[in-house]
């Protein structure tokens, strides 16, 4: 603005990482164009402040001025505190109110005092500088695969044994003698007929039998204890 002390630019080349920054200069007497002026007055920087001026912003709004622009800067205190857009905006409404006189810097850049940096074609890389390979990484380490334990032995169940049956053997019948009188005790087990072979009665078990008839009704059924008689 022309109240403030604008921070302007030099006009010589620059060689900055490989691209160089020319001049050109604004035909004398043209109307200066908002960016030329944003350029001349802050170097295009949207957040730049005059210390002894207190203008701000891309365009070096004086805070009165800035505040005099009613909607568009509404709801900020200057211009540095605006978004681009709003300093735009701000800046083409007061170039159409008031023209480029309210920029100290337009009188520059139409008496041709002023040029503006413009950048150049961005010279070609050497060939010869050659692009580190792309390190290899290497292949990540397969896993071991977990080791799979082995099933629990299953137990075998114990066998039961049998309860043990003890068996007792009858005991042998006592052979008895023949008696002297000529009877016999039946024992256990005894039939006429071998009662017969045992005492060697003569006629066999039916001789014995005969013998007996008054109490040996059946020649099969005979008790122990019975008493017979035995046939001379």
């Not at 990482?17 to 170097?43: H, M, R, T, W, Y």
């Not at 007792?168 to 017969?196: E, K, R």
Request: hydrophobic residues 45%.
């Amino acid at each position: 603005m022309k109240t403030s002390t604008a921070i302007r630019r030099g006009a010589a080349a620059v060689l900055m990482g490989g691209v160089a920054v020319g001049a050109f200069a604004v035909p004398a007497n043209a109307a200066p164009s908002l960016d030329a002026i944003k350029q001349c007055e802050s170097g295009g920087n949207y957040q730049a402040h005059n210390a002894s001026s207190g203008a701000s912003g891309a365009y070096q709004f004086l805070t009165s001025t800035w505040q005099s622009m009613g909607a568009i800067t509404a709801g900020y205190a200057n211009a540095a505190d605006a978004p681009a857009h709003v300093q735009d905006a701000a800046a083409a409404a007061l170039m159409e109110r008031s023209g480029p006189s309210q920029w100290e810097c337009s009188g520059m850049i139409s008496g041709g005092s002023y040029t503006a940096p413009v950048a150049a074609s961005v010279a070609p890389q050497s060939s010869s500088v050659q692009k580190a390979a792309p390190v290899q990484q290497a292949a990540p380490v397969q896993q071991a695969a977990p080791v799979q334990q082995a099933a629990p032995v299953q137990q075998v169940a114990p066998v039961q044994q049998a309860p043990a049956v003890e068996y007792t053997a009858p005991a042998a019948p006592v052979q008895q003698a023949a008696p002297a009188a000529g009877t016999y005790t039946v024992q256990a087990g005894d039939t006429l007929g071998t009662i017969a072979n045992k005492l060697g009665v003569n006629g066999g078990w039916q001789a014995l039998f005969a013998a007996n008839s008054g109490t040996v009704a059946d020649a099969n059924l005979i008790f122990p204890g019975q008493v017979l008689n035995i046939p001379a």
